[in-house]
């Protein structure tokens, strides 16, 4: 059973930084691009993050471009998500998310971040 | 970027009608689009993928379509699980876009 499992959330201050996990079970985790989307309360989806299998690619959404990094490492089945000078408007569920070729295949419960003073 | 335009942003409906949702893309995606079911406090889930290809174990009355940059998704006869709330996708380009989200309410 394909798995996907967020940490890392919580309430930071405006400017101040997080790091969100995500530990993956049940598929070949090295074999897959990765992925990161949020949603902000009440609203839709926003795509944030791609990441190949090996790292060697990766792409972002403007809003977070020089502010977030994604990263993997896939010896220990995990992604992350390093999340530098938070704004209020970051604040969201995170999901972690497995690809397939063009479509979001698996989803986590997702983690929510709320940047507040 | 590559715009999606959904429609509508809600629908009212009862059990066993025909409901029908709309994507248009500003840009040719091609066939990249995929549907996603949303439930209130849980993570999406995938329904469809390449504009028709059924996601596997999701039931047959969920179908998709297109018609050059429209993209459809149709749910023939709506059961009780199905009122939720509906996402269109685009992969064709970076950034992967949404659509703005339809919301299948109980009529």
């Known amino acids: 059973e394909v798995q996907l499992v967020e940490s890392g959330g919580g309430v930071v201050q405006p400017g101040g930084s997080l790091r969100l996990s995500c530990v993956v079970s049940g598929f070949t985790f090295s074999s897959y691009w990765m992925s990161w989307v949020r949603q902000a309360p009440g609203k839709g989806l926003e795509w944030v993050a791609n990441i190949k299998q090996d790292g060697s690619e990766k792409y972002y959404v403007d809003s977070v471009k020089g502010r977030f990094t994604i990263s993997r490492d896939n010896p220990k089945n995990s992604l992350y998500l390093q999340m530098n000078s938070l704004r209020a408007e970051d604040t969201a569920v995170y999901f972690c998310?497995?690809?397939?070729?063009?479509?979001?295949?698996?989803w986590g419960q997702g983690t929510l971040v709320t940047v507040s003073s | 970027d590559i715009q999606m335009t959904q429609s509508p942003s809600s629908v009212s409906a009862s059990v066993g009608d025909r409901v029908t949702i709309t994507c248009r893309a500003s840009q040719d995606i091609s066939n990249w689009l995929a549907w996603y079911q949303q439930k209130p406090g849980k993570a999406p889930k995938l329904l469809i993928f390449a504009t028709s290809t059924l996601q596997s174990g999701v039931p047959s009355r969920f179908s998709g379509s297109a018609s050059g940059a429209d993209f459809t998704l149709t749910i023939a006869g709506l059961q009780p699980e199905d009122f939720a709330t509906y996402y269109c996708?685009?992969?064709?380009?970076?950034?992967?876009?949404f659509g703005q989200g339809t919301k299948v309410e109980i009529k």
């Open positions: 996708q685009q992969a064709k380009g970076f950034p992967w876009t």
């Open positions: 998310a497995r690809l397939d070729t063009g479509r979001i295949s698996y």
